[in-house]
């Protein structure tokens, strides 16, 4: 087995430009409420947002050094996606490895691991999701996998596939599915676009819903 795969497929950069624009909650919603990162990866700061292929690496707790390399090999635009391991005790990621990722062009950082120079890199304005911050160091010593299937937010994130950021959370689109994503996820803006509309002329959101008639299925009893 290789542990370092160098070429993934990615999604059209019209795709990535146009999925840029949904907010995460959407596309997960169009995409049957699938995808989404345990609620604990969240971003450093608000308003960081990110849209991207997944370069995914899978790191030894405590150890870095395969995350360095994924840096190394980083295609602009490219989103690191990285298995630090079970521990947030230690901080892999800090304002170094976050000015070589800005020059190279990389779209940003998500992690189930801890990142430190939180203060820094939040004033770079380079978009990190990570789960933790702790200032202690890492070593470098240990191999692990680029560019293969990895688990990272309770989600299963395989390279190229797009990775959708923002102060809601982090979505993961499967590579085969990009386009179907989009086109459901603006289905579904049209469709709330509707319905806000509706409410600002005085509807009830329960009542558009059908809710009243679920509750009275159900047997739902009132009292004045």
Do not use: Y
Not at 67 to 82: F, I, N, R, S
Not at 170 to 180: D, F, G, K, Q, S
């Amino acid at each position: 087995m290789f542990h370092i795969i160098k070429t993934i497929k990615r999604p059209p950069q019209e795709l990535i430009k146009a999925l840029a624009e949904q907010a995460s909650a959407t596309v997960h919603e169009a995409i049957g409420r699938r995808g989404a990162m345990h609620s604990s990866i969240k971003p450093l700061a608000r308003g960081m947002k990110v849209c991207g292929p997944a370069l995914t690496v899978k790191c030894q707790s405590g150890d870095n050094l395969m995350l360095l390399k994924a840096l190394d090999m980083a295609k602009p635009g490219d989103v690191l996606v990285a298995d630090m391991g079970q521990t947030t005790e230690t901080g892999p990621w800090g304002e170094i490895a976050a000015l070589q990722a800005q020059v190279r062009g990389v779209a940003g950082l998500v992690t189930n691991g801890s990142v430190r120079d939180s203060a820094l890199i939040c004033e770079m304005n380079f978009p990190v999701f990570c789960k933790a911050v702790s200032i202690k160091g890492t070593v470098k010593e240990s191999l692990g996998l680029i560019n293969h299937p990895i688990s990272c937010g309770e989600v299963v994130v395989n390279p190229g596939d797009l990775i959708l950021g923002d102060d809601d959370g982090i979505v993961v689109i499967p590579l085969a599915e990009v386009e179907e994503a989009l086109a459901k996820s603006r289905e579904r803006v049209t469709k709330e676009d509707k319905l806000m509309d509706r409410i600002r002329k005085g509807e009830s959101l329960f009542e558009m819903l059908g809710f009243p008639e679920l509750l009275k299925a159900k047997g739902c009893k009132e009292k004045e």
